[in-house]
DNA sequence: CGTTAGCACTCTCGCACTGAGAGTGCTAAT
DNA sequence: ATTAGCACTCTCAGTGCGAGAGTGCTAACG
């Protein structure tokens, strides 16, 4: 009946009323979207349940309290609110908050000044590629004031570039995997007997040329009747290629902890949750299959989210890479209550920063790979 | 006059009263040693001030409350603990806890099936360098039951050997690094104009034949006469290896945040002190200069911590690495009421095992590496 | 007929108060 | 030297209470 997750407005600037469709067979009027509106607004900034009274104290409006009282009622028995004790002020649900999202918030552009300080600290590090991450988790953290996370970019697929055998010991050797995709790996070797560096580089040179440009499964593919030292160095190979590929391995870095375990509703065992969460990599595991990517910011809020343990939390998603070959993820985590506007407006803009940063890198230059050495 | 920190006990099994000359010049009878180290063991137990008479019934004792109360009396005066509240018993100072750890306290060995099952995690995930360190936090925020620190291994000085350039766009390229100790950079360039791939593959080979096993001061020494791109790429190369071997580049993986974040005295703002701590380079830098490296386990509990965000905490801290050559950190940041035995004992072994690992991939191949391309 | 003022009622929250429990120092007896 | 006893202090949990805020209902109003 009711959309349980749609794209957040990605109009700058006013909310959009355009495809209300989705929420039309809900009778709500006019007076009832504002009032809505001011009391999720006012709940995100509070945290305090917000009571008729009260609205009309701090804001000006054409009605009475008395009149809020009756609208904030039909609100309740509509799904969009909730009261916690029969006296204290109302909350908004989950459908409060979905509604608000879709139909009534603003995420604006982020103001041109912090567009600026951004792309300047990025600027910075630019020439670091592993500072990437790490920098968008603190500026996505510190600017939609709430946790961030953020994975690096990752090929749809890794393919082989370069590989180098260094020995380190008669019978241990480190091979490194650089990917066309620029991500390098390093893998231990041990041998079940003494391997010279010269023999080692010889099979290394091999393998590039006759590897170059290959999946993992392709390079499997090639074991074919190889053996001993050259078997067992394409069979490591292929496996740290397709380990590449697995969602499992990705990494993600997080930031603003802070932000978000001073909030009152952290204050006891709702913090080891979030701990949890961002702990292993099963957040993203369930997350990346709800994600049609390159869609935009994505919003999702409490029961929305695939799992259990993020009944309570707020999530705003989105993609950022180029086409579909190298993508990444970056997002925003918080309680329910959660300024959605900014998180949105955050999202959105450094995930448009990011994809020109790997756009840069990776852009159009997918296939060009065999010309030279 | 007293020590302000001093190595923990390395001998595992019984405390050691050898060396107590350093604290000889107080006045410490055994009884009040025995009280000193219950007190310590039950505060950090419970986590509530302990009092005379709850000592009396938990343990039996050859003596009575009254008698604790004179002793106890005795240690406030001497330093050795301090009373929050005229009454509510009474909970150790920071040199009560450094007796404690210096004197008292047991280390013993980890439990060998801990270290059955901590090696086997470590020999699931040998292959891959870049996850000992992840494993290496996890396991021993676990085992230590509190936050863990650990840093990836790093030379001494960085030195080259190998690198490459990858052309992305006309204007831009790749520059991948690889040290003699197999740390990989990969550094973005841009190009004033355009470069083709087969002029940076020979600028690269060029290079390398140059640089190999230069450190970074060397790099830059050879930048002599060369112009255009090839002097812009080895100042590159210059500041990359000199950036490796500064301190503030070091990143610190941490884990079991939730081991403490759960913890009363962590409730509201200490927690944020301790996330800021976690969070910038500054925790590494204020405390290298301490360790005197190599020397097994530190201990700094409260005031001896050398920065005054870190008054509130027990670090516990060691060195890991092949003599001085290469060289991470591991350790243990928690309230200074922790229990520093099973600290000690966790991180006295970690740093065994992850200096084993080190010394199978680095030891004895310092010298070694000008023999082979 | 929608809107609003008024009213009685409910619930939370902060505050003061209280008694139990625990700890302390002191002293006199052992 | 050790200890039992005692008077005193302080914390903490529980209780009661009043203020404040919110609610639903109803009657009056434009």
Chains 1, 2 share one sequence.
């Not at 006019?30 to 809505?36: A, E, N, Y």
């Not at 409060?96 to 603003?106: N, S």
């Not at 380190?168 to 560096?197: F, G, Y």
């Amino acid at each position: 009946m009711l959309p349980r997750r749609r794209r957040a407005s990605s109009a700058p600037g006013e909310a959009e009323w355009i495809d209300g469709g989705a929420f039309s067979d809900v009778a709500i009027t006019d007076r009832q979207r504002g009032i809505l509106k001011l009391i999720v607004q006012e709940y995100v900034q509070s945290g305090r349940p917000v009571g008729s009274k009260a609205l009309t104290e701090k804001y000006v409006l054409g009605y009475s309290a008395a009149t809020i009282r009756g609208e904030m009622a039909e609100l309740e028995t509509n799904g969009f609110l909730q009261s916690l004790h029969t006296s204290g002020g109302r909350v908004p649900t989950d459908l409060g908050y979905r509604y608000f999202v879709h139909l009534l918030m603003e995420a604006p552009e982020l103001p041109s000044g912090d567009q600026i300080m951004i792309r300047h600290q990025f600027r910075q590090v630019e020439a670091q590629l592993e500072q990437w991450v790490e920098l968008a988790a603190i500026v996505l953290a510190e600017t939609a004031k709430s946790v961030s996370v953020v994975t690096a970019p990752r090929p749809a697929i890794a393919r082989l570039r370069h590989l180098e055998i260094i020995s380190l010991q008669p019978r241990l050797a480190l091979l490194i995997l650089v990917t066309q995709d620029s991500m390098v790996r390093q893998v231990m070797l041990r041998w079940p007997e003494d391997a010279a560096q010269g023999s080692l580089s010889r099979l290394a040179d091999d393998l590039v040329d006759e590897l170059r440009g290959l999946t993992g499964n392709e390079v499997q593919g090639r074991i074919g009747s190889a053996t001993g030292a050259r078997r067992f160095v394409i069979e490591r190979i292929a496996s740290t290629l397709t380990g590449l590929d697995a969602v499992e391995q990705v990494e993600i870095r997080h930031s603003g902890l802070e932000n978000v375990l001073t909030q009152p509703e952290f204050a006891g065992a709702e913090s080891q949750a979030l701990l949890e969460i961002l702990r292993g990599g099963g957040f993203l595991s369930a997350m990346l299959p709800q994600l049609e990517s390159g869609s935009g910011v994505q919003v999702f809020i409490g029961d929305e989210n695939p799992t259990s343990e993020l009944r309570r939390f707020g999530v705003v998603l989105a993609t950022y890479g180029v086409g579909g070959e190298v993508s990444g993820l970056l997002g925003v985590l918080g309680p329910t209550r959660m300024a959605y506007g900014r998180s949105i407006s955050s999202v959105r803009y450094m995930a448009h920063l990011m994809s020109g940063l790997v756009s840069d890198l990776y852009g159009g230059r997918i296939d060009d790979q065999r010309s030279e050495t």
